[in-house]
Nanobody, 115 residues
């Protein structure tokens, strides 16, 4: 099993920045990829970005150039740096871990972009 704990959400004005963190524990050596998803009120959960264990990063079109996913293997932590935030980025952001045996989710962290 894998446990994921997110942090770093909050309220920010349009154009501002936030950095989300996701600390992983448990069977981390079985993880194939880590990612971030988000879910706005009344909407379905959508994929934001992924960082496979083998390397590289992948982003949804609506965050390209604004968000950056990265990881610190020494801390078993994945980050999502979010710049130039827009009101439409308001959502609960979830960390995700993909394993051959399935996937795990964090509890989510609220990001609100509002003036």
């Amino acid at each position: 099993q894998v446990q994921l704990v997110e942090s770093g959400g909050g309220l920010v004005q349009p154009g501002g920045s936030l950095r989300l963190s996701c600390a992983a524990s448990g069977s981390i050596f079985s993880i194939n990829a880590m990612g971030w998803y988000r879910q706005a009120p009344g909407a379905q959960r959508e994929w934001v970005a992924s960082i496979p264990t083998r390397g590289g990063t992948v982003y949804a079109d609506f965050v390209k150039g604004r968000f950056t996913i990265s990881r610190d293997n020494t801390k078993n932590t994945v980050y999502l740096q979010m710049n130039n935030l827009k009101p439409e980025d308001t959502a609960v952001y979830y960390c995700n871990a993909q394993l051959l045996a399935g996937q795990y989710w964090g509890q989510g962290t609220q990001v609100t972009v509002s003036s």
